[in-house]
């Protein structure tokens, strides 16, 4: 069983920062594509950004120069270093991965159970 946890999210003023987590557990052979998505009340879930396993990045257009991602392959964690936060930006964070299991030969999704960040204005 794969587990996907987030940590780091919570409340903080608009030009803040904070910095969210993901650690992924199980038996996992790689990992491709990780990121993360955020979903705000009434909205669809969006993509904020990935990076591929070779560090290849991708960021929505809202966050470019504000947040960054970045991963440690080794042990399987992605990060999300968010700066100049808004209360736009305010959402519930998920943590993504696209993973190979051993003795599987196709990569799978998996999400985390979501962390809060609330940016005060």
């Known amino acids: 069983q794969v587990q996907l946890v987030e940590s780091g999210g919570g409340l903080v003023q608009a030009g803040g920062s904070l910095r969210l987590s993901c650690a992924a557990s199980?038996?996992?052979?790689?990992?491709?594509?990780m990121g993360w998505y955020r979903q705000a009340p009434g909205k669809q879930r969006e993509l904020v950004a990935g990076?591929?396993?070779?560090?290849?990045?991708n960021y929505a257009d809202s966050v470019k120069g504000r947040f960054t991602i970045s991963r440690d392959n080794a042990k399987k964690t992605v990060s999300l270093e968010m700066n100049s936060l808004k209360p736009e930006d305010t959402a519930v964070y998920y943590c993504?991965?696209?993973?190979?299991?051993?003795?599987?030969?196709?990569?799978?999704?998996?999400w985390g159970q979501g962390t809060q960040v609330t940016v005060s204005s």
């Open positions: 993504y991965a696209d993973y190979l299991l051993r003795g599987s030969v196709a990569y799978i999704g998996g």
């Open positions: 199980g038996s996992i052979l790689s990992i491709n594509v």
């Open positions: 990076i591929t396993s070779g560090g290849r990045t």
